[in-house]
């Protein structure tokens, strides 16, 4: 059966704790790296959210002179064919 050991990438008598040293100087660049990515990926998603809402159920046909979203739109083709039906026919 084969050992459990945890693997370290760093040679020698190192261990992979000195890779989580908050004081080491080769990890102060990352740490900013990482907000960076983090702030953009954020403000790509909530981008792309906001377009997925205006497209789906945005009110632009509305006094905007734009269309509106998709589920605005067969809203009103099923309000329409519910008031254009006619009884008992």
């Known amino acids: ?3 459990l050991k945890p693997r ?3 040679k020698g008598s190192q261990s992979t704790q000195v890779l989580r040293d908050p004081n080491d100087p080769r990890l102060q660049g990352q740490r900013g790296q990482l907000v960076i990515e ?6 790509m998603v ?13 009110r632009g ?3 905007q002179g734009g269309t509106p979203g ?15 039906d006619m009884p008992d026919n």
């Open 1 to 3: 059966m084969a050992s």
């Open 8 to 10: 370290s990438n760093v």
């Open 38 to 43: 983090y702030v953009l990926l954020l403000a």
């Open 46 to 58: 909530t981008t792309i959210g906001m377009l997925l809402i205006t497209l789906m159920v945005g």
């Open 61 to 63: 046909g509305v006094g």
């Open 70 to 84: 998709l589920i605005v739109q067969q809203w009103m083709a099923l309000v329409n064919a519910v008031v254009s």
